[in-house]
């Protein structure tokens, strides 16, 4: 993955809230930390119907369902509203899609608490 696709571009961050632009650029940069205080330390997870909890799931989440695959997420929308986004982003990677749309376009259910993560789930948008 070269540094011109691992953050995401500029037109992104300025039309996307801040937690959301923290979160794709630690997916996208493989930055476990800067991921990680994009959550409250309570946060959850739930990626295709798989359940994480706490600042250890996010932390097992990213490295196995991200980092491990080289996971990269372009932000194609997002809605806002007052404590929750609904972004819709396309992910590439280095994993085995077979059976998976191309692209494949994923929908990141997003509740807030204050400025962070306090609830994600990603699900797989249909056609």
């Keep these: 993955m070269s540094n011109s696709q691992s953050v995401i ?8 809230p801040s937690e959301l632009v923290q979160l794709l650029e630690g997916i996208n940069t493989c930055n476990v930390e ?4 994009a959550f409250t330390p309570d946060a959850s997870i739930n990626d295709q119907l798989v359940e994480y909890r ?7 989440w990213a490295e196995h369902e ?7 997420m372009s932000l194609l929308d997002v809605r806002v509203k007052a404590t929750s986004l609904v972004a819709t982003c396309e992910v590439k990677g280095d994993f085995d899609g077979l059976g998976l749309p191309d692209p ?3 929908l990141l259910y997003i509740s807030l608490d204050g400025k ?3 609830q994600l789930i990603l699900i797989r948008k249909s056609l």
Excluded: F, M, Q
């Design 116 to 118: 962070k993560i306090d």
């Design 104 to 106: 494949l376009i994923l």
């Design 9 to 16: 571009s500029r037109a992104e961050a300025a039309s996307a």
């Design 34 to 37: 800067l991921l990680l205080g």
């Design 54 to 60: 706490g600042t250890t799931g996010v932390r097992v």
């Design 66 to 72: 991200l980092y491990a695959s080289r996971v990269s």
